[in-house]
T-cell receptor, first 115, second 114 residues
Framework: AQTVTQSQPEMSVQEAETVTLSCTYD???????LFWYKQPPSRQMILVIR??????QNATENRFSVNFQKAAKSFSLKISDSQLGDAAMYFC????????????FGRGTSLIVHP | NAGVMQNPRHLVRRRGQEARLRCSPM?????VYWYRQLPEEGLKFMVY????????ESGMPKERFSAEFPKEGPSILRIQQVVRGDSAAYFC????????????FGQGTRLTVV
C-alpha cells in the first residue's frame, strides 16, 4: 500500500521569508501524481500544486514550487515570500494512476507565519 | 459551476443517534470520495463511489457506516448509532473521471457526538 509521510508536524516562517515543507512517499508504481493541498482554518481543502511523476520539470505556481526527487521519492513544497495568508495546514497527497483514483494523504504540516 | 457542496456544515448528535451527511458533487462529476479527518490527523480514505455503485469501501468501518450515491440526488454517508469516537470532520471530494485530474473538495461536515 502507498504511504505518504510528512515528518514535520509544525513549521514556522517569518513573513517574506522562504520555507520548505517536506514529504516522502512509498510506491512501487512508476507513474503517479503528487499534490500539495492547503487547509486554512475554514477547513476548505485547496489544491496548491500538482506534479506528474513522468515530468522531470518541477511544477511551479507563483510563489509555490516543488522539489520532486523521483528516485528518492521525495516531494517538498517551497513557499517563497511567505504571507500571513499562507498560514494553514498543508497536506501532501499521492494518487495512483489508472481507473482507481483515491488520493492518499500525509498527516499534514501546520505552517505558522510570523509578522 | 458550484463547487462540491456538503451539508450540514456542523452536526451534533447524541450517542446512539443516526448521522446523515450529504454531498453534492460538482456538476459533471460522477466520482465521489469520502474522507474522515480526526483532530491532528490527515485525511483517511473511507469510500469511493460512482453513480449507484460502491467502487472501493476498504476504508469504511465494517459496522454502523454505510454510503450511497443514487442515480438522482446527493451522495449520503450514514452513521448509525453514533459513538463519541465518530466525532470528526468528514470531507467529500468529487472528480469528473478517474483519469488525470485532482479531486475537488467540499468544506466538510463537522460531526460532534455528545
Amino acid at each position: 500500500a502507498q504511504t505518504v509521510t510528512q515528518s514535520q508536524p509544525e513549521m514556522s516562517v517569518q513573513e517574506a521569508e522562504t520555507v520548505t515543507l517536506s514529504c516522502t512517499y512509498d510506491t512501487s508504481e512508476s507513474d503517479y501524481y503528487l499534490f500539495w493541498y492547503k487547509q486554512p482554518p475554514s477547513r476548505q481543502m485547496i489544491l496548491v500544486i500538482r506534479q506528474e511523476a513522468y515530468k522531470q520539470q518541477n511544477a511551479t505556481e507563483n510563489r509555490f514550487s516543488v522539489n520532486f526527487q523521483k528516485a528518492a521519492k521525495s516531494f517538498s513544497l517551497k513557499i517563497s515570500d511567505s504571507q500571513l495568508g499562507d498560514a494553514a495546514m498543508y497536506f501532501c497527497a499521492y494518487r495512483r494512476p489508472g481507473g482507481s483514483y483515491i488520493p492518499t494523504f500525509g498527516r499534514g504540516t501546520s505552517l505558522i507565519v510570523h509578522p | 459551476n458550484a463547487g462540491v457542496m456538503q451539508n450540514p456544515r456542523h452536526l451534533v448528535r447524541r450517542r446512539g443517534q443516526e448521522a446523515r451527511l450529504r454531498c453534492s458533487p460538482m456538476k459533471g462529476h460522477s466520482h465521489v470520495y469520502w474522507y474522515r479527518q480526526l483532530p491532528e490527523e490527515g485525511l483517511k480514505f473511507m469510500v469511493y463511489l460512482q453513480k449507484e455503485n460502491i467502487i472501493d469501501e476498504s476504508g469504511m468501518p465494517k459496522e454502523r457506516f454505510s454510503a450511497e450515491f443514487p442515480k438522482e440526488g446527493p451522495s449520503i454517508l450514514r452513521i448509525q448509532q453514533v459513538v463519541r469516537g465518530d466525532s470528526a470532520a468528514y470531507f467529500c471530494a468529487s472528480s469528473p473521471d478517474s483519469g488525470n485530474t485532482e479531486a475537488f473538495f467540499g468544506q466538510g461536515t463537522r460531526l460532534t457526538v455528545v
